[in-house]
C-alpha cells in the first residue's frame, strides 16, 4: 500500500502541472490588457503603467510567469491583486465559510442519504421506497439554481423561517437551508447508492448464511450487510466532499454567502486571474487528494482489494 | 421474425415446431438472434417508463423544431410590439397561459421558444463528446503503452477540472461568444468521462476469446476495433449519451442562467429563468413555468437512459 500511494502521488504532479497550466493559460488569454481594465476612462501616465507592469510581472513572457507564479505557490505565496490585497488573505477570510457550508451540507448528506437509503431498503416495493426513488428522481432533474430560488422562496419569504439570504444569522440558521440545496444533487446520489447496493448484499450468499445461522435481523444488517454495501457509498462522498467545497458558486450567488465560490465568480468577472488561478489550483489540489484518499480507503475498508 | 425466415426450410421447422409461441416469450434460440439493438428493443418496449420519457420527449422535439405551431415568436420581443409593458407582470390567464414577465412579453411563448438552442446544444455536444470520447477511449485502451499513459494522464487533467469552473474561465476568456461557446466548452470538458468508460470496456474486451481468435485470423488492428470492440463498447456508451443530453441541457441552461450562454436578442429557458430572478418574489409564474419545462426536459432524458441501461446490460434484465 506504501508504494502504491507513491506512485499515486507521484502520477498527481504531472496532473497538478497540466491543470494550473490550463488555467493560467486561460486567464493569461482573456481579452483585454488588465492594467487598462483599472484604469478605464482616465489619463494615465504611461511610465506609471510600465511600473505596474514591471511590478507584476506582466511584461515577462507566458512561460516565465507561469513558472514564476508556481514558485511563488511553493512558499505558500498566492500573489497580490492589483489593489494590494494578498490572494492568501481573500483565501483566509473566504474558505472558512465555504468549508461551514460543505461541511453542513456533507452532514445532511451522510445522515438523510445513508439514513433514508437503509431505509428505502428495508421497505423495498413499499410506500417510502417509491416516495425516495421518485423524489431523488426529480432532485437530479431540477437544476440547482430553480431550487435554490424555490428553496429561498418558501423558506426565507413564505414561512419566513430564516433571512432570505446572507450569513448574519450565523450557524446553523443562516447555513441550513443553502446546504441542503447545495446538499440535494449528491444527497438523491448517496440515497440511491446506499440502496442499490445494500439490495444487493441482501441478496448475496453470506447474509443468507446468516440468516440460516438464525441471527437476529439487526445484527445482520449491521454486521454483514451494512458492512459491505457501505464501501461504494463511502468512497462515493470521499470524492464529493471535494467538489462541494468548490461546487456552490450557483448556491452562495443566490443565498448571498461570501464565500470561495462567490469571490471566485467576481473575480473571473474582474479579470482578477491571480485570484482566479489561486482559488482554482488550492481545489484542483484538494481534489486530487480527497480522489488519492478514496483510493486508499477501498483498501482499508475492504481487505479483498490489493493494491500492486 | 417468420418473413426474415421465409423460403428457409430451416425457418419452417422451426416455426412448425413452436406453435405457441406469443409476444411475451422470451425467444433464446440461438437459430434466431436479435442482435445488440433487436434486444435492447425487446426488453424497452417492454419498460414503463421508457414509453413516458418517450412521449415526453418527441414533445420537446415537437416544440423544437416546430414553435411556431405552438405559440407565437411576436409575443416574445418587445421590438415587434408583442410585449407591452403594461402588460407586465400579469398573473396566468385565458389570454396568458402562463402569466406575462416584467416586460408584458407572454411567458407561454419565451417558454416554448426557449427549447430549441437548450436542446440544440445538448444533441450536437452529445455527438461530439461521445465521437471524440469512443475514438481516444478505444486507442488508449487498446494499443496501451506509453500513449495509454499519455492520454489518460491528459484525461486526468481534463477530469481534474469541474464541468462548471472550467466552462466560466473558458467561457469568460472567449467573451461569452453565445451557444457555440457553450457547445465548444461541454465537449473540451465533458469527453472524458465517455473516454474513461469506453477505455475500460476495451480493456476489458481486446483479451476475449473473440477478439485473439479474429488475430489469429489475420484480422488488422483497425478490423478488430471496429468488428469487435466497438459494438462491446457502444452499450454502455449509448446509455452515458443519453443521459448526457439531460445533463447538457441543464448545463447550456446554468452557463445561459449565468449570463454566460445564451446572448439577448436570442433567448433559452435559462436566460429567461435568469431575467425573473428579479420578480420571482412577486410573480412566481415568470419563473415557475419554464424551470418546469426544463426540469421536465432533463427528467425524460435520464428515464430514456435508465430504461436503456436497463434494457442492454443483460446482466439488470430477469
Not at chain 1, 465555504?98 to 437503509?118: C, D, N, P, W
Not at chain 1, 450569513?167 to 444533487?185: F, H, M, R
Not at chain 2, 407582470?89 to 407561454?108: I, R
Amino acid at each position: 500500500m506504501g508504494r502504491y500511494a507513491v506512485r499515486r502521488i507521484l502520477q498527481m504532479i504531472p496532473v497538478f502541472f497540466g491543470t494550473t497550466f490550463l488555467i493560467y493559460a486561460m486567464m493569461f488569454a482573456l481579452p483585454g490588457d488588465p492594467v487598462r481594465n483599472l484604469t478605464v476612462g482616465k489619463q494615465t501616465n504611461p511610465v506609471y503603467l510600465e511600473y505596474i507592469r514591471e511590478q507584476f510581472n506582466l511584461n515577462q513572457p507566458f512561460i516565465i510567469q507561469y513558472l514564476d507564479y508556481l514558485k511563488g505557490i511553493l512558499t505558500l505565496d498566492f500573489g497580490k491583486t492589483f489593489n494590494g490585497t494578498p490572494v492568501l488573505e481573500i483565501f483566509q477570510q473566504r474558505w472558512p465559510v465555504s468549508v461551514t457550508l460543505a461541511l453542513t451540507a456533507f452532514g445532511l448528506e451522510v445522515l438523510f442519504g445513508i439514513g433514508f437509503g437503509i431505509w428505502a431498503a428495508l421497505r423495498k416495493g413499499k410506500v417510502f421506497d417509491h416516495l425516495s426513488l421518485s423524489g431523488t428522481l426529480i432532485v437530479v432533474a431540477v437544476p440547482v439554481f430553480v431550487l435554490g430560488y424555490v428553496a429561498q422562496w418558501v423558506f426565507g419569504v413564505k414561512l419566513g423561517w430564516v433571512a432570505p439570504a446572507g450569513i448574519q444569522d450565523g450557524w446553523p440558521k443562516s447555513y441550513i437551508v443553502p446546504a441542503a440545496v447545495l446538499a440535494s444533487l449528491s444527497l438523491a446520489y448517496a440515497l440511491r447508492l446506499t440502496r442499490q447496493s445494500l439490495l444487493e448484499a441482501f441478496n448475496s450468499d453470506y447474509v443468507r448464511t446468516a440468516k440460516a445461522k438464525g441471527l437476529p435481523a439487526r445484527t445482520i444488517l449491521r454486521r454483514y450487510s451494512l458492512r459491505n454495501s457501505l464501501i461504494p457509498v463511502v468512497t462515493f462522498l470521499g470524492a464529493d466532499l471535494a467538489t462541494l467545497m468548490g461546487g456552490a458558486v450557483i448556491t452562495e450567488g443566490i443565498f448571498n454567502i461570501p464565500g470561495i465560490g462567490q469571490q471566485l465568480y467576481q473575480s473571473i468577472r474582474l479579470h482578477e486571474s491571480v485570484v482566479v488561478v489561486g482559488i482554482v489550483t488550492v481545489l484542483v489540489i484538494i481534489y486530487l487528494f480527497a480522489n488519492l484518499i478514496v483510493d486508499l480507503l477501498y483498501g482499508v475498508l475492504d481487505p479483498r482489494i490489493r493494491y500492486e | 421474425m417468420s418473413e426474415f425466415f421465409s423460403g428457409s426450410t430451416d425457418a419452417d421447422t422451426f416455426d412448425a415446431g413452436m406453435p405457441t409461441l406469443d409476444s411475451t416469450e422470451r425467444v433464446t434460440d440461438a437459430s434466431n438472434p436479435r442482435g445488440l439493438l433487436g434486444d435492447a428493443w425487446y426488453g424497452l418496449r417492454r419498460t414503463w417508463y421508457f414509453w413516458i420519457s418517450l412521449v415526453l420527449i418527441v414533445f420537446v422535439a415537437a416544440i423544437s423544431i416546430f414553435p411556431q405551431f405552438f405559440a407565437d415568436k411576436e409575443k416574445t420581443s418587445s421590438l415587434t410590439g408583442g410585449c407591452q409593458l403594461m402588460d407586465s407582470l400579469l398573473p396566468p390567464s385565458s389570454e396568458h397561459w402562463f402569466g406575462t414577465d416584467q416586460l408584458g412579453c407572454d411567458v407561454y411563448s419565451l417558454t416554448i421558444y426557449g427549447a430549441r438552442p437548450s436542446v440544440i446544444t445538448a444533441i450536437i455536444a452529445t455527438l461530439a463528446t461521445v465521437l471524440i470520447g469512443a475514438i481516444i477511449g478505444i486507442v488508449a485502451g487498446y494499443y496501451g503503452g506509453w500513449l495509454d499513459s499519455l492520454l489518460s494522464r491528459i484525461t486526468d487533467v481534463f477530469f481534474g477540472l469541474p464541468v462548471l469552473l472550467g466552462g466560466i474561465v473558458i467561457l469568460t476568456a472567449l467573451g461569452a461568444p453565445g451557444l457555440w461557446g457553450v457547445i465548444f466548452v461541454l465537449v473540451v470538458l465533458g469527453w472524458v468521462g465517455t473516454a474513461r468508460l469506453v477505455r475500460s470496456t476495451t480493456i476489458e474486451a481486446k483479451n476475449q476469446d473473440f477478439v485473439l481468435a479474429a488475430r489469429a485470423l489475420g484480422a488488422s488492428n483497425l478490423r478488430i476495433m471496429r468488428r469487435h470492440i466497438l459494438p462491446n463498447a457502444m452499450g454502455p456508451a449509448i446509455v452515458v449519451a443519453v443521459i448526457s443530453l439531460g445533463g447538457f441541457v441543464g448545463a447550456e441552461a446554468t452557463f445561459s442562467y449565468l449570463g454566460l450562454g445564451i446572448q439577448p436578442p436570442e433567448f433559452s429557458w435559462g436566460s429567461i429563468i435568469s431575467d425573473a430572478q428579479s420578480v420571482f418574489f412577486t410573480a412566481p409564474w415568470t419563473l415557475f413555468f419554464p424551470a418546469l419545462f426544463l426540469t421536465v426536459t432533463v427528467l425524460a432524458f435520464i428515464l430514456m437512459g435508465d430504461a436503456v441501461r436497463d434494457s442492454l446490460d443483460p446482466k439488470l434484465r430477469k
